[in-house]
């Protein structure tokens, strides 16, 4: 059965740093992997798509990378501001189409 | 990207009252259909894979008979809360595949469901 492991769970840190947040999966058989932002009481919004064959994606301040073979993926955030500030959750797609398993996330607060 | 709509956003309910929950894909169609619900601070738990004309398969331990799923077109699945109670209060997602080659799923915003 697949596990999906995030760390850290909370993080906090200053406007303008970098950041790196981590995600692990036990089955490294995957289709795809996925990063997603959540904000409070709101729904996901998909940030970033990593096939099986990728090795990283990036969309502006992210960057995701997934090595499969030791089953890891990180998300790399930029210049981090106040707007990053919410709960970043991976996910993996073992088959196209298929259901999402989630990792528990990570709450990002960005401090001004 | 794809996009998903869900509606309500939110509704309170009294105890042993159903709730529908609606989930579109607007410019997309969309055979698969997933549901997820969501507790405070936790991951997101799938209970059940919707399919279009055909009957949804459930998660083990998701009655079936409390959470009726319908999907009967390629952009409209509902969620049915049948005679709901205080613990069914919880946030509920639907998703839907948009990308027919990436497998890239679109989730819905989502709908908090609380119950009186």
């Known amino acids: 059965k697949q596990e999906v492991t995030q760390i850290p769970a909370a993080l906090s840190v200053p406007e303008g740093e970098n950041l790196v947040l981590n995600c692990s999966f036990t089955?490294?058989?995957?289709?795809?992997l996925q990063w997603f932002r959540q904000d409070p009481g709101k729904g996901l919004t998909s940030l970033l798509l990593i096939q099986s064959s990728q090795r990283e994606q990036t969309s502006g301040r992210l960057n995701a990378s997934l090595d499969k073979s030791s089953g890891r993926s990180t998300l790399y955030i930029a210049a981090s501001q106040p707007g990053d500030s919410a709960t970043y959750l991976c996910a993996v797609q073992e088959t196209s189409g298929s259901r999402l398993t989630f990792g528990e996330g990570t709450q990002l607060t960005v401090n001004p | 990207g794809a996009v998903v709509s869900q509606h309500p956003s939110r509704v309170i309910c009294k105890s042993g009252t159903s709730v529908k929950i609606e989930c579109r894909s607007l410019d997309f169609q969309a055979t698969t259909m997933f549901w997820y619900r969501q507790f405070p601070k936790q991951s997101l738990m799938l209970m059940a894979t919707s399919n279009e004309g055909s009957k949804a398969t459930y998660e083990q331990g998701v009655e079936k008979d409390k959470f009726l799923i319908n999907h009967a077109s390629l952009t409209l699945s509902t969620l049915t809360v049948t005679s709901a109670h205080p613990e069914d209060s919880s946030f509920y997602i639907c998703?839907?595949?948009?990308?027919?080659?990436?497998?890239?799923?679109?989730f819905g915003e989502g709908s908090r469901l609380t119950v009186l």
């Open positions: 089955d490294s058989a995957i289709y795809n």
């Open positions: 998703s839907a595949r948009g990308g027919r080659w990436t497998g890239e799923l679109f």
